[in-house]
């Protein structure tokens, strides 16, 4: 999918989301984890990956911060000037996830639920924030995937469970079996399948369709 906004603002929604990530913290003294999770439910990293220029690009790092606290917690920092002297691990954090919600197109949220949470890309900064950008790229996405295999393993687990094999459950849902091999094998998401294949294999399983999103 293309990316939302163009690349000549990717290098702003990088130091800001660095800045804001490390205001947080340095500033406002958030635990990291729990700030972020603010972020993710305040609807300002909806308007970043949906490319609104306000917050890509129009906000520093520290205005984001406090609109994030503002719309979703009590805490209230006044305004005051924000010097960055070094690249704290919390500034490459967003500054490495920015780039990675940029280029893949996934939403933050939608990240943070598959294997690539805050405290996990925090982890990497030891062995990867000296390194060129494309190496994160390159094991976030590794992460993601290993991730979502093991998360499609539920379709496989309950048929298993229901004591019905591939071909029977493709027979019986009307689902071909390529597909049902795709989904169990992570080579296709399954939610991304249509509502009605899912309603499908939900029915012959005996489960919600939720339970398939696992």
């Known amino acids: 999918m293309t990316p939302a906004y163009n690349q000549l603002y990717l290098e ?7 800045t804001m990530l490390d205001c947080a913290v ?19 990293a909806a308007q970043m990956e949906t490319g ?8 520093s790092g520290m205005e984001l911060m406090r609109k994030v606290l ?3 917690s009590d805490i209230r920092i006044p305004e ?3 010097s960055l002297f070094e690249r704290t691990p919390e500034y490459w954090v967003g500054w490495a996830l920015a780039y990675y919600q940029w280029q893949s197109t996934y939403s933050f949220s939608f990240i943070q639920r598959n294997g690539l949470d805050i405290n996990t890309v925090l982890s990497l900064y030891p062995t990867l924030h000296e390194a060129d ?6 094991t976030a996405a590794a992460i993601m995937k290993r991730h979502l295999k093991e998360r499609h393993n539920m379709l496989k687990t309950i048929r298993k469970q229901q004591r019905i094999t591939q ?18 094998q992570g080579d296709q998401d399954i939610r991304k399948a249509e509502v009605q294949t899912v309603f499908a294999l939900a029915r012959v399983l005996g489960c919600t369709l939720e339970t398939l999103f696992i």
């Not at 702003?12 to 660095?18: E, I, K, V």
């Not at 950008?133 to 390159?138: E, G, I, M, Q």
Request: glycine share 6%; charged share 20%; hydrophobic share 40%.
């Open 52 to 59: 609104n220029p306000r917050y890509v690009s129009g906000l």
């Open 133 to 138: 950008l494309t190496k994160f790229v390159a």
């Open 80 to 82: 005051t000037e924000f």
């Open 70 to 72: 503002t719309r979703s």
């Open 167 to 184: 071909k029977q459950l493709s027979e019986i849902s009307g689902v071909s079996l390529r597909m049902i091999q795709a989904y169990e």
């Open 12 to 18: 702003d929604a990088m130091h800001n989301l660095g």
């Open 26 to 44: 340095r500033v406002a003294h958030c635990d990291l984890n729990a700030y972020y999770e603010m972020f993710l439910s305040s609807g300002i």
